[in-house]
């Protein structure tokens, strides 16, 4: 798999391991500009035909969100949380990606939990 440094650079055949996995993958640049949307992602977050590629997703946030972005950007952590939405259960993983080591923006993959999951420990 290849990441792109901007949308310019962007060829989606390079993502399509990711097109119809069973959750929402969303990559974004370090300027908040998407760079890609699997079919998921595109389901949940393209409103009326229009795609959010080529769109900047901060506005889609709230400040505290938007706080938090620009920490996992400047500070190279990953965010993680569950939400509720529409009756389901959600994982929300939020990480940088980077290139030759240097954060280049960040990625969310967002999955359904099941109502009952188990729950292994391996030590």
Not at 73 to 83: A, K, M, V
């Amino acid at each position: 798999m290849r990441i792109f440094a901007s949308k310019k650079d962007m060829d989606t055949k390079e993502f399509d391991w990711a097109e119809d996995i069973e959750g929402a993958v969303t990559v974004c640049d370090t300027e908040g500009i998407v760079i890609y949307m699997n079919k998921r992602s595109r389901e949940t977050f393209n409103k009326a035909g229009k795609t959010m590629v080529g769109k900047s997703m901060i506005p889609c946030h709230n400040e505290r969100s938007q706080a938090i972005i620009r920490d996992m950007l400047e500070n190279n952590h990953p965010h993680c949380y569950t939400i509720s939405k529409k009756g389901q259960r959600k994982l929300i993983f939020q990480t940088p990606w980077r290139q030759d080591g240097e954060v280049k923006g960040l990625v969310e993959f967002s999955f359904v939990i099941p109502d009952e999951m188990p729950h292994y420990d391996r030590g």
